[in-house]
Each structure stands twice: as C-alpha cells, then as structure tokens.
C-alpha cells in the first residue's frame, strides 16, 4: 500500500491550486461538483437554450468536465501503476465494520447520498474542491460558513449513522 | 461571456465534442493543461488515499484525521501565496456570494451526504477510477440529483438559495490590516493542520496484502 503522506499531500495539492488559479495556468479555481449537472444535461438530453441553470454553467460545467476526464485518467493510473489499489468491490470495509454487511443496503445509502450531495453542493455553489480548497484558500466568508456547516454536520452524522463504538 | 461553439447537434458525442471545444475558446488554460490539472488532481488524491471510504466517513465517526489535516495545510499555504499572486497581478479572486440559506441548507445536505457516501464529488471520481461499484451508483444518483436541480432550479431552488448577502473576503473586513489578517490567517489556518491529531482507519483489504513488518497498523 505505496502512499503519500497527509503533509505531501496539502503540500502537492497547494502548489495544484496556485498553478490552476495563476494567469500562466487556467485563471480560475478548482471545483468538482458544476460538472454532474453538466453532464446530467446532457445524459438526459435536456436543451441548453431552455433550462436557465444549463446556460449559466455552460463554461465552468465544461472546463470542470475535462477536468474530470483527466482525473478519472490520473487515478485509475495511479491505482494500478503506484499504489496497486484497482480492485473491484460493491461495500467497504469500514461500512461492513461500523454499519452492517448488506451490498444492497451500501448500494441504496450510496445512490441516495450522491442525490442528496450534488443537489446539497449546487444549493451552497460549491463543494469540498470549489469551496473549502479554492474558496478559503481565497479567504471568502462564504466558504469559511459552508466549511463550518459541513464539519459539524459531517460529524453529527457520522455518530448518528454508524455504531462508533468499537465491536 | 458567450463562447463561440461551432459543433453542430444535439446527440451526446457531438455534446461532449461541444464541451472540448468550449473549453478550448473560454480562456482558462489550454485544453492539455486542464486535462492535465486533471490528472494531478487525480494523481494527489489518489497516492494520498483520501479517496477511501475509511478516510472521509473515518473522519465523520472521528476515527480518521488525515483529510482534514490536508485540507487544512493545502488552504493556510494556499492563501498566504495566493494573496501575494492576487496583489502582483498573477491571480485573480473568484469569491462566491454569500447566500445564507443556500450555504446553510445546501452545506448541511452536503455534509450528511458526505458522510454517509464516504466521499465528496472530488474524490468519487478517484474512487470510481479504482474499481468501487458503490460509489458509481453514487454518482448515478448524482445524476438525478443535478437533473431535478437544473429542472426545478428557477422555480424551487434558486428562490430558496435566497439573495447574495454580497461577496466578502476575511481581508475586507479589516481595512488598513489586510497582510497581518492574511498572516495570521495562513498561519492558523496552517499550525490547525499540524496540530489535529493524528488518527488512521485502515482497511483490511489494502493490510492484508502487506507483509507483516510493513503494516503501518502494526509498528
């Protein structure tokens, strides 16, 4: 299990977030959450010219899309070249460990947490990328409330949904 | 800004031949370099793990401190170097608008998804990359959640989100003390990272196939 450590990491990921937000590199922050829309416009076929929310995020909703594909490119060459972590699997181990180990039960959390979180990071304007990285990198008050609301609620949730207690 | 779009149709190769070819006129970086900003992005994410369910659900239960000790750190270097790059002309601000009852709903919606999920849309992608299923059927149900969003967003959602309360930053609030604010806000920002203990959730099936001696659980 080859990994970086947590200190390399926030070090790597600044010097991302400089190049991404310099004039010689893209003029802009990172975000990760402006592409699912994007795409559901066009996995379901909806006209640009008649829905508000498309027209608005036509540029960001396509740069973050090639973002992505490059993403998607960089991890899965990461997880089978470096730290050899490309497996298939349908529930984690931490969710078998503290909630139970049912596949149907991770699979049905699972679609109904990624509903609520794009419509939860589209109602704030942004997510972990757009607006705890970029946006406090920026100081903004406004990412400064959305990344107090998420800590506290992440942990709120995290005592509610698991058995913490160790088995 | 409008952005000249000259492929024609509306089937989903042509929509996505549309999306290379905005990005090459919109003027944030060539079409190689935020493929690759991709890439890195993926890379980071991925060689640190945090794309793992042990990591940001590890966190929610408080048994893992390795994603917010590197957000932190990223955002108190980040803010210190790009205050100086702003001011030299080598940056821009991009600040979102302060729109309270979307930040509050929106952001506690975020947060119960994020730990229930075990990952954000940053590191979905990542996770999805290295083969988990689960998380695919999170994105999927991603989909429908920005489908009803771009369907009911005139109508529900953006009356709901409410009126911008403006865009402000952490400098404009203390006129003449701009750099110490931006100091003292990279520094604390950064010694929060250092400071926040140290916890890791392994996960079994990555331990197992370690030898013993090698088992970061173990020594």
């Not at chain 1, 003029?27 to 066009?42: E, H, K, N």
């Not at chain 2, 929106?106 to 979905?124: D, N, W, Y």
């Not at chain 2, 865009?167 to 006129?175: D, G, I, M, Q, V």
Request: charged share 15%; hydrophobic share 50%; proline share 4%.
């Amino acid at each position: 299990m080859n990994r970086l450590p947590w200190w390399m990491g926030g070090i790597l990921m600044s010097g991302l977030l400089l190049l991404t937000f310099s004039v010689f590199g893209a003029d802009r922050p990172i975000g990760a959450s402006t592409y699912v829309p994007y795409f559901a416009g066009i996995i379901f076929d909806l006209d640009p010219e008649k829905y508000s929310y498309l027209k608005d995020i036509s540029n960001p909703g396509s740069w973050e899309g090639v973002m992505l594909f490059g993403a998607l490119v960089g991890g899965f060459v990461t997880s089978v070249f470096i730290t050899r972590s490309f497996r298939f699997s349908l529930i984690p181990s931490g969710w078998k460990k503290y909630k139970n180990n049912s596949v149907l039960s991770r699979l049905f959390w699972s679609f109904i947490s990624g509903f609520i979180m794009i419509i939860g990071a589209r109602m704030a304007g942004g997510c972990t990328s757009g607006h705890f990285m970029s946006g406090m990198s920026q100081m903004a008050i406004s990412s400064m409330i959305f990344g107090g609301v998420v800590l506290v609620v992440v942990i709120v949730t995290g005592r509610l949904f698991y058995n913490v207690k160790e088995k | 800004m409008d952005v000249l779009v000259k492929t024609e149709g509306t089937d989903i190769l042509s929509r996505i031949a549309q999306m290379f070819e905005n990005v090459i006129h919109q003027g944030h970086g060539s079409l190689a370099l935020v493929f690759l900003i991709g890439i890195i992005f993926g890379g980071i994410i991925q060689y640190t793990r945090v794309d793992k369910f042990e990591k940001i659900a590890g966190f929610a239960m408080l048994k893992d401190t390795i994603v917010p000790k590197m957000l932190f750190l990223a955002v108190g270097l980040t803010s210190i170097g790009l205050y100086y790059m702003i001011e030299a002309g080598g940056a821009h601000y991009h600040i979102k608008p302060i729109l309270w009852q979307g930040l509050l709903i929106g952001g506690t919606l975020f947060g119960i998804s994020m730990a229930i999920l075990g990952k954000c849309p940053g590191t979905g992608p990542i996770s999805i990359a290295e083969g988990r299923i689960d998380v695919l059927i999170g994105a999927i149900g991603g989909l429908f959640g920005g489908l009803v969003f771009t369907l009911y967003y005139d109508d529900f959602f953006k009356p709901l989100m409410g009126e911008s309360a403006g865009k402000l930053t952490l400098p404009s609030l203390f006129p003449g003390h701009e750099h110490m604010v931006v100091l003292i806000f990279g520094v604390v920002v950064t010694l929060i990272a250092i400071v926040i203990p140290k916890k890791e959730l392994f996960d079994e099936a990555d331990l197992s196939q370690l030898p013993d001696d090698e088992r970061p659980d173990r020594n």
